[in-house]
Structures are given as C-alpha cells and as structure tokens.
C-alpha cells in the first residue's frame, strides 16, 4: 500500500508557473504508474499526465500538452507536475493516483490509491 500526499499548490496569474509534487510512502513511485488528475469546481475529473511504472515514459491530456511536464524523482519517492503558461481554466483540485494493476492509464477508476488533492487557482 502507498500513501500519498500533493502540495504545492496556490494561487498564480495567469501566464505563471507552479510546480505540484506528490510524496509517496509505504513504497517507491517507480513501482507504480503514477498520474495527475483534476477537478475543477462543478465538473468532473479529469486525467491531465501520466507516468509509466517501471518506465519513463509519459502521457498528457490534450488541453495541458506543452505546458505540463510529469516526472518522478525515485531519490526522494516524489512524483512532479510542473506547470507552465498556466491559464484560467487549469483552475482546479489536483490529485496524484497511483495503480499498481495498470503500467500506465488516462482512467480515474485504473488508479488504486490517491491523494486529498491541492488546489490551485489561476487568476486572470
């Protein structure tokens, strides 16, 4: 079992930049796929970037695609979301998941362990 923990967010204008990590306990990241969704007020969630278990290969929704970038960090057991050129609408609750069934997936019901999420708000 992992447990997982987001931070990072906040309040950003528009055009800025942030960057979300997610800690994980209980077992390394690299032994999971890992993904960043979102919610965003009224809506439901949504897959935004993905990371392959046991791989380096990666995965983007494409309304985040250019501006988001996925990695993980196997030192410190964190899996990063950097955020660029951030707009309006990427104002959300964002949620790290793990899956330990799937090496890689875009759908919320393939993860099996998730975070409470960060909020990040981008202001026009």
């Known amino acids: 079992q992992v447990q997982l923990v987001e931070s990072g967010g906040g309040l950003v204008q528009a055009g800025g930049s942030l960057r979300l990590s997610c800690a994980a306990s209980?077992?390394?990241?690299?032994?999971?796929?890992m993904g960043w969704f979102r919610q965003a007020p009224g809506k439901e969630r949504e897959f935004v970037a993905s990371?392959?278990?046991?791989?380096?290969?990666?995965y983007y929704a494409d309304s985040v695609k250019g501006r988001f970038t996925i990695s993980r960090d196997n030192a410190n057991n964190l899996v990063n979301l950097h955020m660029n050129s951030l707009k309006p609408e990427d104002t959300a609750v964002y949620y790290c998941?793990?899956?330990?069934?799937?090496?890689?997936?875009?759908?919320?019901?393939?993860?099996?362990?998730w975070g409470e999420g960060t909020l990040v708000t981008v202001s026009s």
């Open positions: 990371i392959m278990r046991n791989g380096d290969d990666t």
């Open positions: 209980g077992r390394t990241v690299s032994s999971y796929a």
């Open positions: 998941a793990a899956s330990i069934r799937y090496r890689t997936s875009v759908y919320s019901g393939q993860y099996d362990y």
